[in-house]
């Protein structure tokens, strides 16, 4: 089993994984400013999600942190990831920020 690690500096990129293997993305995320990371898209099929949270870097009111999610790749496949960085209150498609990587599992 094996494990990868991705950041902003991987968004657009193509990954391959094994059964078994585990993904975990850490983006930057101030929950103070209303913007938070959200899903734009996850087959479900593929992918079990181990956990999704906000890590806060340091104490204090304002201070920024990491969105912290885990997934473990459960089937054999081709899709993609998309998180999306977004204000719950904004219109449904506004979006400040996107994350996505196309997934292939052998």
């Known amino acids: 089993m094996g494990e990868v690690f991705l ?7 193509e990954i391959e994984l094994v059964e078994g293997d585990r993904v975990t993305i850490r983006l930057d995320e101030n929950l ?6 959200e899903w734009g898209s996850l087959d479900e099929g593929l ?3 181990i956990s999704n949270e906000h890590r ?12 912290e ?4 790749a ?8 998309c998180l999306r960085l977004r204000r719950s209150w904004d219109p449904p498609n506004t979006e400040a920020d996107r994350f996505e990587v196309r997934v292939s599992i052998g």
């Open 7 to 13: 950041t902003a500096v991987d968004n657009a990129r």
């Open 32 to 37: 103070s400013t209303g913007y938070a990371w």
């Open 47 to 49: 992918f079990d999600l």
């Open 56 to 67: 806060q870097d340091s104490p204090g009111i304002g201070r920024g942190g990491t969105r």
């Open 69 to 72: 999610v885990i997934l473990k």
């Open 74 to 81: 459960v089937r054999r496949g081709q899709g993609q990831l």
